[in-house]
């Protein structure tokens, strides 16, 4: 039996959010923030989310920690959006987890929502 992967999620996919059901069932770990170095942005009004690390300026990002098993993990990743590339991020505790992260300079044009409390907080105030 394969080992189960550990997945930082942050957006459309979280607990209530309308992507959820791409986890295919994997087990959530945990509730977890990353450390202060990153941004969210809300990449074409609101779609999906886009998160990237910065060198200064950051801030926690709130999000879930899931165990998964290949398959889950495969689909995971084969329904991203597309620009979206797989990348560890630092959570709070120091620990390292991957995530799907999205390019900087894609994130330019679209709103950036860091510091509104994370993907969740945001749609529900829309």
């Known amino acids: 039996m394969a080992p189960l992967k550990r997945f930082f999620i942050c957006g459309s996919a979280l607990r209530g959010q309308p992507d ?18 990153y941004r969210l942005h809300a990449i074409k009004d609101g779609w999906h989310p886009g998160i990237f690390e910065v060198e200064s300026g950051g801030t926690s990002i709130p999000g879930e920690v ?8 495969n689909y995971l990743i084969a329904n991203e959006p597309p620009d979206m590339y797989e990348s560890p991020v630092v ?10 992260l999205y390019p900087e300079a894609l994130c330019k044009d679209w709103p950036d929502i860091s510091d509104l409390g994370g993907w969740a907080a945001y749609k529900a105030a829309q």
């Open 91 to 100: 959570l709070e505790d120091g620990s390292s987890v991957s995530a799907m």
């Open 66 to 73: 899931y165990e998964m098993t290949e398959e889950q993990y």
């Open 20 to 37: 959820h059901q791409n986890l295919k069932g994997a087990t959530l770990v945990t509730e977890a923030k990353t450390q202060a170095k």
